[in-house]
């Protein structure tokens, strides 16, 4: 996949690959540009963290940093390697239905649980009646005001299943930024050992 973060005075673009089973592992490892390539991230359960080639050192993401940018994009740490779980640290509200982009949806009002290590108050999401596809979140700091938008589109049949393929997260107030993530290809139930989500396994992505 390949992430292309938009500035008022240049673009920078990412190629990664990513790995995940489950919720619980996950690895993303950056191919290009030649920079950044070989850096790569972990997740085990709760714990994250990042391999830097350049230093040849693992750096343990805390919590606090979930909410941080993820490599100066307009995602976040959690964003990318999804610390935090849908189903377990929110509870979930529908408040009814909504028209995005001509599709009928529902709206769903997702609130974090007390002990959930997540600084939004509130998220929005719309997902489409008739394939359940999200279309559209809108993400809502503890003053209760709007920072982001994440537009889900292009949706195509990848791996058997019709998947949004284009993703943008732009900050509310800064509409000169935005960062998007294109899927070129994606396969779905294919083994994976446990044992490949492993410390060692993103030191050894090629350089």
């Given at each position: 996949?390949?992430?292309?973060?938009?500035?008022?005075?240049?673009?920078?673009?990412?190629?990664?690959?990513?790995?995940?089973?489950?919720?619980?592992?996950?690895?993303?490892?950056?191919?290009?540009?030649?920079?950044?390539?070989?850096?790569?991230?972990?997740?085990?359960?709760?714990?994250?963290?990042?391999?830097?080639?350049?230093?040849?050192?693992?750096?343990?993401?805390?919590?606090?940093?979930?909410?941080?940018?993820?490599?100066?994009?307009?995602?976040?740490?959690?964003?990318?390697?999804?610390?935090?779980?849908?189903?377990?640290?929110?509870?979930?509200?529908?408040l009814?239905?909504?028209?995005?982009?001509?599709?009928?949806?529902?709206?769903?009002?997702?609130?974090p649980r007390?002990?959930?290590?997540?600084?939004?108050?509130?998220?929005l999401?719309?997902?489409?009646?008739?394939?359940?596809?999200?279309?559209?979140?809108?993400?809502?700091?503890?003053?209760?005001?709007?920072?982001?938008?994440?537009?889900?589109s292009?949706i195509?049949?990848?791996?058997?299943?019709e998947?949004?393929?284009?993703?943008?997260?732009?900050?509310?107030?800064?509409?000169?930024?935005?960062?998007?993530?294109?899927?070129?290809?994606?396969?779905?139930?294919?083994?994976?050992?446990?044992?490949?989500?492993?410390?060692?396994?993103?030191?050894?992505m090629?350089?």
């Amino acid at each position: 996949m390949e992430m292309t973060i938009h500035r008022s005075r240049w673009t920078r673009s990412l190629s990664m690959e990513y790995w995940s089973k489950g919720d619980s592992l996950s690895v993303i490892y950056i191919t290009a540009p030649p920079r950044e390539r070989g850096t790569a991230f972990l997740k085990r359960g709760t714990e994250v963290w990042q391999w830097q080639p350049a230093i040849e050192r693992i750096i343990k993401i805390p919590p606090s940093m979930m909410s941080q940018s993820w490599m100066g994009s307009d995602f976040t740490n959690d964003d990318l390697v999804k610390e935090a779980s849908i189903v377990d640290d929110y509870t979930h509200t529908l408040l009814g239905d909504s028209t995005i982009r001509g599709h009928e949806c529902h709206l769903i009002q997702m609130v974090p649980r007390p002990a959930a290590p997540i600084v939004w108050s509130k998220v929005l999401v719309w997902i489409e009646k008739d394939r359940y596809i999200e279309l559209r979140a809108e993400y809502y700091n503890e003053q209760n005001e709007q920072e982001n938008t994440l537009t889900l589109s292009d949706i195509k049949q990848m791996g058997g299943r019709e998947i949004p393929t284009r993703w943008t997260m732009s900050p509310a107030n800064e509409p000169q930024k935005s960062t998007t993530m294109r899927y070129e290809s994606m396969e779905f139930n294919t083994p994976i050992r446990d044992s490949f989500f492993a410390q060692r396994t993103i030191k050894r992505m090629p350089r």
